[in-house]
């Protein structure tokens, strides 16, 4: 009881420490004067001292905020939440039945290793997977379960990080220092490339891009802070007939 107090003290003691007009966090509706800096290498401005979300979390939530508002993906029903983000959890659940899953005991809801998921097929209208895969070893496996749970017409929001156009790949890599500088994290098993995508539609998904100047302006960008981001993938899987 006392941990959940003392964090949401915390919590606001940044927010007032940090309050100002110059950027906007969607995720907890906070205007600050500054992010705070995150990542191996540092990115200035990237980490909400409110929510803690990162750039990739504060796009995509405006990106699906845009694709409901214009009835690009219903919106709505059963999601699964692969390795939750809390700052994306709190918003999720406002608007679907929700779900989580991690393969880290106490992390969500439930304890599952998503290349071997317990569920029925066609169990969830929508799923959030972002920045899973590149820890996976055999991640076609677990495309594949996402593909099999999701229900015919549901949407996934399955993101990694992308670099070039062919993916770098060497599971014989296995030391940290080695995959730190073959693939910029030491936890990281491959450096996807563009053709990320062929994976996706191998298992049967439709794959939409979003540039995120097509979803927002140029002064919104600004005070959401995604100056590392490109865009936003959306798969879908097609309806039977």
């Not at 100002?20 to 705070?36: A, I, V």
């Not at 399955?158 to 030491?186: M, N």
Request: glycine share 6%; proline share 6%.
């Amino acid at each position: 009881m006392i941990r959940p107090i003392l964090s949401k003290l915390i919590t606001k003691t940044k927010k007032l420490r940090y309050r100002g007009r110059r950027y906007f966090c969607p995720l907890c509706q906070s205007k600050y004067r500054k992010f705070l800096p995150s990542g191996v290498i540092p990115r200035l401005n990237a980490l909400c001292p409110g929510c803690g979300s990162l750039e990739r979390h504060r796009l995509l939530w405006l990106t699906l905020e845009y694709l409901w508002k214009e009835r690009k993906i219903p919106k709505g029903g059963y999601i699964l939440h692969v390795a939750p983000e809390e700052c994306l959890e709190r918003q999720l659940k406002r608007f679907f039945d929700y779900l989580s899953v991690d393969l880290e005991p106490d992390r969500a809801m439930a304890l599952m290793d998503i290349t071997d998921m317990q569920f029925p097929d066609g169990s969830f209208e929508a799923i959030v997977c972002n920045h899973v895969l590149e820890h996976i070893p055999e991640d076609r496996k677990a495309i594949a379960q996402l593909y099999r749970v999701l229900k015919p017409g549901g949407w996934a929001s399955i993101q990694a990080p992308i670099k070039g156009e062919i993916t770098q790949e060497d599971l014989s890599v296995t030391q940290p220092e080695a995959r730190q500088r073959f693939y910029g994290q030491a936890d990281h098993v491959r450096q996807y490339g563009s053709d990320f995508k062929f994976r996706l539609q191998e298992a049967g998904f439709s794959v939409s891009v979003f540039p995120k100047a097509e979803v927002m302006s140029p002064v919104m960008l600004k005070r959401i802070s995604v100056e590392c981001e490109r865009e936003v993938w959306i798969c879908s899987k097609k309806c039977t007939a």
